[in-house]
């Protein structure tokens, strides 16, 4: 049986202590002791059977139901009357003063409307005896003032469209704007009782926005049980919130992308990059995942462009997920808690990442006051990004192996319920096709040099059949010496090879991007450095020769270079040529001849 104290008692009356107090000294409650900390080494208590029927049911929530459905009957005004008088009681109970000189005091401040001690008498008894709202509620006029509200429809209006915005103004603010334009309405505190009956997820989405909206939407608490390992993939990315040291001694924040089985939460594929993660580093990391684990049934993806590309993208034939059987499911946009991946970063941060001294946060506002420091400062005590990654995969290791308490884990570990419930294991049988897939696909038109790509020429002589024709090109970025190229019907052509390939290792994408950036800064270089006026060699010797018979050259301002027919009939003679043999150009063999002319 539930024994009260005075305090939880007061509390359940919503009075005073002291009220309580007096009405034990009145005995108006029965009372018992228990053993305690107190006079004589006892307690007080009050059982609670010994209350009214009415604070019993408020005690165990019964009342909260039934106060809801009586409360709803009534008019936002009636319910303000009422807790206006049941904050005048409890008002009256703190002030300490006399029925006659609290309400003598009360009326003279002008703020409410004037009340009588009889009426005081009256509003006191009622809470007294464990009343609620709904008994102080004026009821007198029936059902005609139900429902009713007193300000105009179109000054609410007016203040509505002012409130609800993302600039959050108050209440007070749009109150005094709408004011001016509506002198008569009623007073502030009737727009406060109004907006009390605005729908939170309304405020939410027109106060917040639609990202506080989409988050704060209730979310299923799914069940795994019925699903088994390799049944279902999530996929993300996640920057971590440590520092560390890139190959060329500089500071930067590691991205991960990461494969997750549904079931076992086993991190199945794993890729860290410091580069801002692309549909590259996701086809990667799942041909990773799938060469240890095999495929899964369905991926569960990320609304990112990079997810949305079309090797993902069902409906395009030579898509990874079409080739191999699997389905795509795309989360809610902006609503993390669709991605149960999400939990396992947060895990992931708490035990692997802040283990390091280079630790930021998640944003600035939470980074430890030691890492508000230089960049030259943090790379001093930051770890490379060699030994990052092999500390990472280390705690992979050790996360696969700890007892997890999460839903249906059942105290497992995630490579125990991993192993448990794998019935069937898909893969791939030919692993270079694996590679491939997982590769880049591009469109080209084919040439008479065959198909370019990052600035190369791919070649083979079956592609002079498509010379004109769109083609599907697919490459591995490990190695792009070679891709394979698809017609329009997704038919395969051949293999092209790279006019120009790089010694001694296969040449990646990565290879031909930096590549690219390092002839950038040569070109600039050059511009930077070229010449106000430039001559060719013509011009150097026609100078010459008219100085040696005293002529001044004409000045020239501006030169169009004119490339004739006969240049480039000369360029095809000379590949030709040196097709054939190693002897001398036909450009030489004019030079030669000129020169001799000229001497």
Known sequence: MPMLSVSELAALMCCSESTIKRRIRNKEFEISYIPGAGRGGKQLRIPLESLPQSLQEKYYGIEKERKEEELSKFSNDQLHEANEKKGCVLEYWRSGLSPEDFVARRNADGYYSPITVGQLYAWQRIIKNGGDLAELVDQRGGRQRRGKTSIPEDAWEYFYSLYMTQQERTVTWCYRQTKIFFPDIPSEKTFQRRVKTIPPYALLYYRKGETAFRDALPSMV??????????????????????????????????LTAFFDARSNMLVGALIREEYPNSTAVKQCFRIAAEQYGLPNEVYFDNGKDYRSASFNQEYPQSLVRQLGIGSIYATAYHGQAKTVERFFGTMERQFGRMWNTYAGSDAKKRPECMRTSNKK???????????????????????NTPSRGNDMHGQTPQQVYNANLSCRR??????????????????????????????FYYNDKLLAHVGQKVTALYDPENIDVVAVFDAENNAICWAKAKLVSPFRHTTESDYREAA????????????????????????????????????????TEQVKVTPQTSRNVEVLNAERALKDDGPSISEILMNSYMKKGG
């Open 222 to 255: 799914r069940s795994r049980s019925d699903i088994e390992s390799n049944d279902i993939w999530f996929s993300d990315h996640h920057l971590f919130d440590v520092f560390v040291r890139n190959s060329k001694g500089k500071v930067c924040r590691p991205w």
């Open 378 to 400: 943090i790379a001093e005590i930051a770890p490379s990004m060699e030994e990052f990654v092999t500390a990472f995969f280390l705690w992979v290791q050790e996360y696969h």
């Open 427 to 456: 893969v791939v049988g030919d692993l270079d096709a694996l590679r491939l897939l997982c590769g880049n696909t591009v469109q080209r038109t084919v040439r008479k040099n065959g198909i370019e790509l990052l600035n190369n």
């Open 517 to 556: 950036k390092q002839k950038k800064v040569a070109w600039a270089q050059v511009r930077a450095a070229q010449p106000v006026v430039s001559h060719s060699i013509q011009e150097l010797i026609t100078k010459k020769q008219l100085e040696e018979i005293g002529m001044e050259p004409p000045n020239v």
